[in-house]
């Protein structure tokens, strides 16, 4: 069989992940954390003030992300690095891998066989991410990062916000630094929020869109792909 | 415009009509509805031949093709216990609209299968022969193959081809003239392969069966090019046909790979019947039940948003009838299919037209079941496919003018047709060179992640197919001066295709007649069912 032509050499292919290649969001991830606390009476207390603030996350997020990560990432203050990290595999196989979307797998091979890199570039946090871009065998993963103090977390994360117009940024500073060219280049996203990463490469593609960026998509005649729905 | 009235004057010739004085308007189709217009005095109005009657016991002829094939032993003969057999099946492109049940693929794969189980042959794949197309959905296979197949085979040995599956696909040769040859890897690992054909024009089946409907884009380079389409003098005759010669290469070397048993069917052009049937009739003929039912019908259609008229168009399934089945070795069945092909279709036209009118209808090949026919494929129906509806010379002379009707609405499928989308509004805008397209742009289309990813696991048609469609107008583009477009609902679509646009057949042809002189010599092409224009 004929190869690829790997006109894409230098090309690279994005991803969110929460709603595109995930059917989860870091909601999940955080209460997941919140309910393996080193004591039952913990675990109840963060699993009920996760519940609680759920409404507030989202309306923060609604109304801007950078507040969204202001107060929900507050939730981390104190916990150990060492913890994090660890639970980050058991997260992995009991939350994320069984909420892989169907054909995300094989729309990551269709891209690397066309000769794209494959970065993740997501709002979540970097640890709980990794063995998923493992998983999913990426070239790389951009994702926030908590900040930690004598290994404890801050409750901080570290600047720049992977969020909104600085994903764009970041994915331009990332294409300048590998020789890659963003005009031939793909992204992938389902929600709005994420138009500035959308619009920044020369294919953007909605992927399980919400009804504001599937309406975009069509305006824009942007590709929009189902990875939700099986082959 | 005037009411249809019923005429008694008798007419010198069936199939060719001249409009007189006291000639009644004729019907065209426009997208998902009709226009209906008065046409110059002298105009001539080709028809459709009358259906030719269906074979009473289809089985039964499907069964003797079976046993008495064409230089090739029976195919009980060809079967022995433990072998492997591909069955390959024409997909839903053909025919148009989708016949009703049962279809009759769903007949002779029911012989078939019978026959290899008689024969104790159990390792049966069923291939969807698509080639770039989209893949059909599991409720489209239900209803061409039956449920009696449907349950025994799917979904393990019934599926759609995978032209991008890099395991699935593998390379059988190269033509003299250099042309790689890819074919599916099942089908080419077969003890015997069956092509179940659905011959519905004269450019489908023969070699196109297997060297297209199992094979890759790698080989569709070969001939699915403006070149070869330009150099094609009409796609509808095969033997002046470019890009048949180059798929007849292809195929010669698949059969060397691998032995295979054709079996073509040919269909009547039965696409109306019951209370449609007048729509096959010459409007001089019309009753004056026939007169109101199409002037209830066009009231209603006038009313109906369109997606209620497109739906009412696509769940109306056409009446075709099997008028011959045959099998063997490729040529000498094709060959048989041809002539019965061109029995129903041909129609003798003296000398060519210097106008030629046609209506284009809500379908083609590449939209069943699709929200729109969009632009391109309004294009491909009127540059590529009926432009090409000729034998000998082209009914349209060179330098000549096209008028067609269709509303040319800036809609496309975004599931069946994502590539298109991009093609349309950001190649075309650049360039509607299909030269510079093909070179520049078609790679980056066919090997786009996110397009091939929709045509393997979703229903949209491969990246690289509207250029394919661009290709197959290219003759059209080329041999016609002008296209002038009657009833466009925006200004945008015409214009990227470089057509005009008029408010009236009277209109557009006052326009032609501005570049052809007064005298010039107006044809309407009155279609569908299909009609080959065979012009001495």
């Known amino acids: ?231 | 415009m005037r009411a249809i009235r019923p005429r008694t004057r008798p007419q010198s010739r069936e199939h060719v009509v001249t409009i007189d004085t006291d000639s009644a308007p004729r019907i065209l189709f426009s997208g998902e509805n009709f226009v209906l217009e008065d046409l110059p005095v002298g105009t001539r109005v080709i028809y459709p031949k009358r259906p030719l009657t269906g074979i009473a016991n289809p089985q039964a002829a499907i069964r003797y093709a079976l046993n008495h094939p064409e230089q090739m032993e029976p195919l009980h003969a060809l079967l022995r216990p433990g072998m492997k057999v591909t069955v390959a099946i024409d997909d839903i492109s053909m025919p148009l609209p989708i016949m009703r049940t049962p279809d009759v693929r769903q007949l002779v794969l029911e012989i078939v299968c019978e026959m290899l189980a008689d024969h104790g042959v159990d390792d049966v794949h069923l291939i969807i022969a698509l080639a770039l197309h989209r893949r059909m959905t599991d409720a489209e296979i239900k209803r061409m193959v039956g449920p009696k197949i449907w349950s025994e085979y799917w979904p393990d040995r019934l599926y759609n081809h995978d032209a991008c599956d890099p395991d699935g696909m593998v390379v059988v040769g190269k033509t003299m003239h250099g042309e790689l040859v890819e074919l599916n890897r099942r089908a080419a690992e077969s003890d015997l392969v069956i092509y179940v054909n659905m011959n519905f024009v004269p450019m489908n089946g023969g070699h196109k069966s297997m060297g297209v409907g199992l094979c890759g884009y790698e080989s569709l380079k070969a001939h699915h090019t403006p070149k070869a389409i330009a150099d094609s003098n009409s796609y509808m005759n095969p033997p002046d046909s470019a890009i048949s010669h180059s798929m007849n290469r292809q195929g010669r070397v698949v059969e060397k790979a691998v032995k295979v048993f054709h079996i073509e069917t040919v269909l009547n052009n039965r696409t109306f019947d019951g209370p449609l049937s007048f729509l096959m009739k010459n409007e001089d003929e019309f009753t004056e039940a026939d007169r109101l039912k199409f002037q209830g019908m066009k009231w209603a259609l006038d009313k109906l948003p369109f997606a209620a008229r497109r739906e009412i168009f696509m769940r109306t399934p056409a009446a075709y009838e099997l008028i011959g089945c045959y099998a063997g070795s490729c040529e000498p069945t094709h060959e048989k299919t041809l002539a019965k092909s061109f029995e129903q279709y041909a129609v003798e036209v003296e000398g060519q037209a210097d106008i030629l009118i046609t209506g284009i209808p809500y379908i083609s090949p590449y939209n069943v079941n699709s929200k729109a026919l969009n632009p391109l494929l309004v294009q491909v129906m009127a540059l590529g496919y009926f432009y090409h509806m000729y034998r000998n010379k082209s009914l349209l002379r060179e330098g000549g003018v096209l008028i067609l009707t269709h509303p040319c609405s800036d809609k496309f499928d975004p599931v069946h047709h994502p590539s298109y989308i991009e093609f349309f509004n950001r190649l075309l805008p650049e360039t509607r060179d299909a030269y510079t397209l093909e070179k520049k742009y078609q790679d980056e289309f066919a090997y786009n992640p996110s397009y091939v990813e929709m045509y393997r696991r979703g229903n949209a048609y491969h990246g690289a197919h509207p250029f394919y469609m661009w290709y197959w107008g290219q003759r059209g583009r080329e041999k016609v001066s002008r296209v002038i477009v009657v009833g466009a609902d925006n200004a945008t679509v015409p214009e990227l295709m470089g057509w005009e646009t008029a408010d009236s057949i009277a209109e557009a042809v006052a326009m032609a007649r501005g570049t052809m002189g007064r005298s010039a010599q107006i044809t309407m092409l009155h279609h569908p069912p299909i009609v080959i224009s065979d012009v001495v």
């Open chain 1, 1 to 231: 069989m004929p190869s690829p032509h790997h006109k894409y050499k230098h090309s690279a292919a994005f991803y969110d992940v929460d709603g595109t290649l995930i059917r989860i969001n870091i909601v999940h991830a955080f209460a997941f954390y919140a309910q393996r606390q080193p004591s039952l009476i913990e675990s109840a207390k963060r699993t009920v003030l996760t519940a609680a603030s759920v409404p507030i996350f989202w309306a923060a997020d609604k109304l801007s992300r950078k507040w969204f990560n202001e107060i929900f990432y507050r939730g981390y203050e104190g916990a150990s690095e060492d913890r994090l990290v660890t639970l980050a595999e058991e997260l992995f196989e009991e939350v994320i891998e069984p909420n892989i979307y169907p054909r995300a797998r094989d729309l990551i091979e269709e891209s690397r066989r066309a000769g794209c890199r494959q970065v993740i570039v997501s709002g979540a946090l970097d640890f709980t991410l990794r063995p998923l871009a493992r998983y999913l065998e990426v070239d790389d993963l951009i994702a926030n990062q908590l900040e930690f103090v004598d290994g404890y977390a801050t409750g901080k994360l570290k600047k720049p916000f992977v969020a909104g117009a600085t994903k764009a940024e970041i994915m331009r500073d990332y294409a300048h630094k590998h020789g890659l060219d963003l005009a031939r280049s793909w992204a992938y996203s389902d929600s709005f929020s994420d138009y500035a990463m959308l619009a920044v490469v020369g294919h953007p593609t909605a992927v399980n869109p919400d009804l504001r960026l599937r309406s975009i998509a069509r305006s824009y005649d942007w590709p929009v792909l189902d990875l939700d729905q099986a082959s």
